[in-house]
């Protein structure tokens, strides 16, 4: 198989000849080429400059020998289109200002973002051009609705979530109507991302694990749900990770996405069993290794990377991936020995 | 029924006239009375000092009108007797040091901490003699070995746990060591906290959901394991509380502890659900309501406590609680209102 069609095949849940596999943020500081770039160019500027993002997207996963290429972007772009300002201060997180925080400041968010996020659409291009038809198969990239809210409305990372959550119970018609205008801008982001050649379509719902499984439920999941409904009528694979989010994967199975992306706080096995029990057929899984275990050398990288392997045994509908982005902190090195093992190589 | 008949008939799933309620963190920054004890005294000093101690725990307790006083105590207080500095700075969170990294460190690590935390037994025993035998239960305090050791090995908090990590994977006979070395000392620890008159004991396994089901099982849990049932040898119910556990609650369950403190990731239903299928009986349950929805008014907060009620009606076995410690931005009042709320004034 080609690694286009062992990744889709897996996606959709019919056989492979082996699982496919990427790593998230496969093209991140850990590498060096990828800290020579960043060297001259601002996140941001690599993200916003089509040639420098598909360049960073190929080099990696060319380096890895990985199955997969999501191409390098921000959960943050669209705060352009929304009208916030972002920006990275060193050694600091991202800062959003102003921040979301009443109705009115809602009221006046644009539905459609236009042609403001268009350079990830055309690194899109580049890197599908790249590679082929033969070649790997590219992943679009956005963050999901909650997450992306939960950074506008804290302006920035956050601990607790305190103003997110207090406009979610305490204005709940304003808390809708923003998941409403950012479900609508996120679906025409990604159909733009489709148009463009990606091949899947990768939610990161990061802070999903914030909520109660009722405030999941009640104020998440109806948005979530449409836009997975709306990304996946191009008739590709949606791929939704969510961390945290273990105490109620039933319900984030509910959004119906094709893939669902678990960090490692779970195990594959627990998950599966939970899953059928819930849903007929269960969704494909893409995860889960402990993104530390590449911090404690190759052999315990690999030995856990094995008993993933084994639990995955036998069931189509697999993808292999982290748990969570590889830390800036991991030799490159034993990143590529994880792949090599994963691969059978 | 008297608050400790309550109290101790949920620890062990008998009948109640109403679910017991008392709030992790319910002494803090968030109450008057606290911050003015504070003002004076640092944290360390208040938990150094049995009078200190014992007034603010006792102050909390009463002005709630809880059904149980938890002894106001640090996770950290055995870095003294372990030979670490502990040093909290303004803002920040804490730090120890050295950070114990080495096999050899943990070589030199004592067993047993001796008289050295004599100060919460003697804060107990005040407690004790000041609710008398039919007032308040008060509730023993200890980080669980992980937590501790986690702590103890970062040199303060963490976002992902990389060094603890590191020595769990790569050096598993010094953490081996290190956990069976922290387990005995807590023991002696909780021995005499029950001693001194704690009617249950309170673990906190905090960083728990840091771990990978496999990790958590083969690296922790035997630990976990022994010191419940050491700590529960005085026949007093021990409360084990986690978070961010929810994807292995099979395995936290196999602690043994009669009382199980969950984080609000998972519903109440979901749990029980999960384990009544794993154990018979399943273990009481704590928690968990989310502390953000005391900030999004006392409506809110009331709202979800009600729906919480629901889930545990006609089950032995509940104690109310929140999943997590309160917000120091939370308004008294509607804590409040939230306990006369779940004691149905």
């Known amino acids: 198989m080609t690694p286009r069609q062992r990744f889709l095949a897996a996606c959709r849940c019919r056989p492979v000849d082996r699982p496919p596999v990427w790593l998230l943020r496969q093209a991140g500081r850990y590498m060096a080429e990828y800290r020579a770039v960043r060297a001259r160019h601002s996140l941001l500027d690599i993200c916003r400059t089509p040639a420098l993002a598909a360049e960073v997207t190929i080099t990696a996963a060319e380096r890895l020998g990985v199955d997969a290429a999501i191409i390098f972007a921000d959960l943050l772009l669209p705060a352009a289109p929304l009208g916030l300002e972002l920006e990275f201060a060193a050694g600091e997180g991202p800062r959003l200002s102003p921040p979301l925080r009443t109705a009115e400041q809602i009221a006046r968010l644009p539905e459609q973002w236009g042609g403001a996020l268009d350079c990830v659409s055309e690194a899109i291009a580049r890197v599908r051009a790249h590679f082929g038809p033969g070649g790997l198969p590219v992943i679009g990239f956005a963050g999901a609705p909650f997450t ?33 205008k950012l479900t609508a801008g996120l679906a025409g982001f990604l159909e733009q991302q489709a148009a463009a050649g990606a091949d899947a ?100 990288a690999c030995a856990a990377a094995r008993a993933m392997l084994a639990q995955a045994r036998g069931r189509s509908g697999y993808i292999f991936n982290l748990g969570h982005g590889i830390l800036p902190e991991t030799p490159v090195e034993t ?10 190589d």
């Open 335 to 344: 990143v590529q020995a994880l792949i090599r093992c994963v691969r059978g």
């Open 201 to 300: 379509l990768h939610l990161f719902d990061s802070w999903a694990g914030a909520l109660s499984p009722d405030d999941y439920r009640r104020a998440v999941l109806p948005h979530t749900r449409r836009l997975v409904e709306l990304a996946g009528a191009a008739g590709i694979p949606v791929i939704y990770f969510s961390t945290g989010a273990a105490g109620f994967l039933e319900a984030v199975a509910e959004t119906g996405a094709a893939v669902l992306g678990l960090d490692w706080r779970i195990s594959l096995s627990a998950a599966w069993e939970r899953l059928s029990r819930y849903v007929q057929p269960p969704p494909a899984l893409q995860g889960n290794l402990d993104p530390a275990l590449l911090l404690a050398g190759p052999e315990a």
């Open 148 to 180: 992306l809210a939960s950074y506008l409305i804290e302006g920035g990372g956050s601990r607790n979530f305190i103003e997110t959550k207090r406009l979610l119970h305490a204005q709940p018609a304003a808390w809708d109507e923003l998941m409403r």
